[in-house]
């Protein structure tokens, strides 16, 4: 079973920027589109950007698109997520998925099966 464990959350300045990291254990993890998705207490998990098993493609949420750049690197079974330009209303709890085999982009939670603990994100005003 895949697991993923993502790393980079932290307190930052409204305008500033973080890189998160998710690490995947699995020899499969090419073979699978891979997204983020945040959270606030309270709220929705709501989708924040996916990136196709290639890498080729990508998809971002509009409140996101231009400020976060979703990249990974198959080699080292890792995605990263380079958030710039932060605002204080992107703070949440910052989670990893896991999408299906060979499977299409999507923004549906029910398409990724396997997630991370979350790191938390905090942006101040």
């Known amino acids: 079973q895949v697991q993923l464990v993502e790393s980079g959350g932290g307190l930052v300045e409204a305008g500033g920027s973080l890189r998160l990291s998710c690490a995947a254990s699995g020899r499969t993890f090419s073979s699978y589109p891979m997204g983020w998705f945040r959270q606030v207490s309270g709220k929705e998990r709501e989708f924040v950007a996916a990136?196709?098993?290639?890498?080729?493609?990508?998809d971002y949420a509009d409140s996101v698109k231009g400020r976060f750049t979703l990249s990974r690197d198959n080699r080292e079974n890792t995605v990263y997520l380079e958030m710039n330009s932060l605002k204080p209303e992107d703070t949440a709890v910052y989670y990893c998925?896991?999408?299906?085999?060979?499977?299409?982009?999507?923004?549906?939670?029910?398409?990724?099966?396997?997630w991370g603990q979350g790191t938390q994100v905090t942006v101040s005003s």
């Open positions: 990136i196709s098993w290639r890498g080729a493609a990508t």
């Open positions: 998925a896991k999408g299906r085999l060979f499977g299409a982009l999507t923004r549906a939670t029910s398409d990724f099966g396997s």
